[in-house]
């Protein structure tokens, strides 16, 4: 049994392995890769530059103390309320995580029970172990805390396993409990009940340490992680937190006499919950095989290139952001659509956004009490602020914005055969499927441009920056922006054209390496483009407004400029959009998802 | 009217469909049939313009694919195997993107009668994800024939349906030839086709093996006997196995 589940997940890898390398030959994948080997041979695997003096160590590790206790507060509370919910809501039956395919093979196979839990358990280990290397190059910056990658590795395997195999025993009680006894809501009261006041003492205990202590130097990060020491050691919280300490005590060890005694502890706890989980006698099968189902619609439909439905929220019918007249450009057609998807998918996301721009305008409303605090003679603090503020947001929709805000061709991808068959130029679909996002980026633009025009004002401080310049430096910005938005979004959208098969991957969480290579090459191309699109309109902007302004005055001379800089970017734009709809054309979906 | 000569499409060096012409008159029903793997999707991609040809041209309705796309693209409509939705549209918005999209003026009469004969009037502001699979198709039917197309592709249209859905898909596509479109259909099984189609096209690993009216291909693989079911003359042809 363990021999075929070794054969199944070996000869899988090699396949992938072999699939990826052959894929390699078409240079834009080899391409990608090596940035991803790249990016992680400089990042992870380079010595971390911390400086070694003993001030600076001290200061780290006091730093770094914090950092870990949060990372292990978190996983701990996370792994606790992972374990509540399975109590407070069982599954209709509990099951354990098998693939679809698995079940077919498995479940009508001549082998016990307990041998398939073996098998889960198994092929869970090397997901685990996986990861535990991963985890500690990660992780590596807290090298100088003492111990080594290896320790570090093995503290992960431990912390990782004994959740795995807390939670398989959880289901496998649940299901036992569900089937055997009478008093199963009993039961699962008194567990939630039993989680919730341990919870509730750790923290009620906290808050009293908190309390009594000394007034502690919490200025300093040797002092908090003093404080936190104090904490773990104080005496009833020390053996409520045992199971815990245990648990990540090989990861915490700075040596390897440490490491060893911290073994033992967490090896033992690992056997009670082996023979734990081996030894419970349930049935788990239909459960399974609902757990897989689900698991395979929702990868279906990632694949298809839905977005994954937070909280399984589905989507709602609505009317049109506008009435769509069949009359006019087909294009108008693409933005009613893309807006009208826009709405139910961006809902939180566009909340957030609107909860920023109000904190915008009431920086508006502002204005009047800063100008009457300089003027008398305080000095300006905060407008220089929200002005810092409003330049990196628009930095930030201009480089980020792009890949945040994706109803267009992205979206499609998945019906780009039938957008094929519409009787339109491929510059006109491309176009067409760009104006929802840039309509909504020019928008975030406009807003931050309209308060740096409002806020800054320098009250005749600077001679040739007249009301009148400001209103149209504001003015030319703003009329540049919906450009420089488009020229942003055709990068994304070029990217998913000349990539299909890495974008799917990325859609479907299964594209691991290969996913953060392509993140890594598309923020880096974002740039570049931005740069590139960017420098000669800036550059013609610059010599206009510094020849012209001597002969013609600094608005007009903005203004001149303002032309110019249109013409190149609606020139950059055209030639963008007319590559990208060929591109598009060419397409052909099934070559690369397959 | 379609026109196809010498239509070939490579995918680099594996030749998916070799050399093949043919053409199909408005109110004629030519089925694409072969084994999984022959070539027919590939063919009516090509066919539809939603992939280049590698060799060969395509007219649709007069207008030559590859010289005037929009055009030729105005006359057709392609139905893919799977039916493809906008997630966020109910019905009805699908209705008016498609509009918009071939510039149908007055769409809403035609948008009606259409709901009214696919038995969607009751769905018609509901989204697609709580449709049923034959519903779906039916949507997709629906936008597909809003622009009155002279040439319709339509790929497996009977592969998943029930035995009631495939008896209103045999009739949808029978009304719609005598109407005077030209339609390109295929199928892995021969059989399903008896009733809808007046010519076939045999594909085997992307070559014609044979081509004519039901019952010319019939006699051709008959071999003098008499009754030889449409099953038997599929595998006959094919050579029965599945590549
Ligand atoms: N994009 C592609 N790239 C490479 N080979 C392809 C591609 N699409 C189809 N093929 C191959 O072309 C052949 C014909 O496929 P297809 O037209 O889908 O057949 P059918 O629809 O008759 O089942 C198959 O062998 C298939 O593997
Ligand atoms: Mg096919």
Redesign the interface.
Known sequence: MIGALLYLRLTSLRNLVVYRVSRMRQPKYLVGTAAAAAYFYFVLLRRSAFPRTPSATALFSGVGTITMTFLCVGFSTLALLRVAYAWISPAEKPGLRFSEAEIAFLFPAPVTRKTLIHFRLLSAQLAILFTSVLMAFLFNRFGYLGGNRAMRAVGWWVILSTFDLHLNGTNLTLARLREKSSAFVAWRVAVVAAIALYLAAVVWLTAAFAKAAPPGDFSSAIGASGFIHALMDSSPLRWLLLPFRIVFGPYFASGFREFGMAMIPALLLLALHYYWVSNTEAPFEEGSIALAEKRAAAKAAALAG?SPKIGGS?????S?PFP?????P?E??FL??NL??M???LLNRRMVLISIWVVFCLSIGLRPLLMARSRGGGADVVSPIVVMFCAMLAVYTLLLGPQVVRQDLRN?L??A??L??????GWRLAFGELLAPTVILTLSLWLSILVCAVIIDPGGSIGWLTPGVRVTTALCMASAAPFLCFIQLIVPNAIMVLLPGWYQASRSRAGGIEMFGQRLIFGVAQLLVALLAAAPAGCAAVLIIFAAQWVVGAGPAIGLACAAVLTILVGEAAVGLWWLGGRFE?L?LS?DIR | MIEVEGLTKR?GAFTAVRGLSFTVRPGEVLGLVGPNGAGKTSTL?CL?????ASEGSVRIAGNDLAVD???A??A???F?DEP???????VR?HL??V?????????EDLARSLLAELELVEKA???P??LSRGMKQKLVIACGLLHSPSVIFFDEPLTGLDPLGIRRMKDSIVRRARDGAAIVLSSHLLHLLEEVCTHVLILKKGDKVAVGTLAEVSTQFSNGEPNVSLEEIFIRATGGSET
Do not use: C, M
């Not at chain 2, 539809?48 to 280049?52: E, F, L, M, R």
């Open positions: 839905e589905r989507p709602r019918a609505r049109g769509l007249s069949p009359k006019g087909p108008i057609a009613w659509k009208l998807s709405r139910s998918s499609d998945p019906n055969d039938i094929k068959t519409y009787p339109l130029e060419k052909d070559a | 995918y991609r539809a313009g939603i992939i280049p796309p929009v055009a693209k105005r057709l409509a392609f893919p493809r939705l906008f997630d966020y549209l109910t918005q008016a993107f509009a918009r999209i071939y510039g149908v003026v007055h769409y502001d509901v989204l994800g709580e």
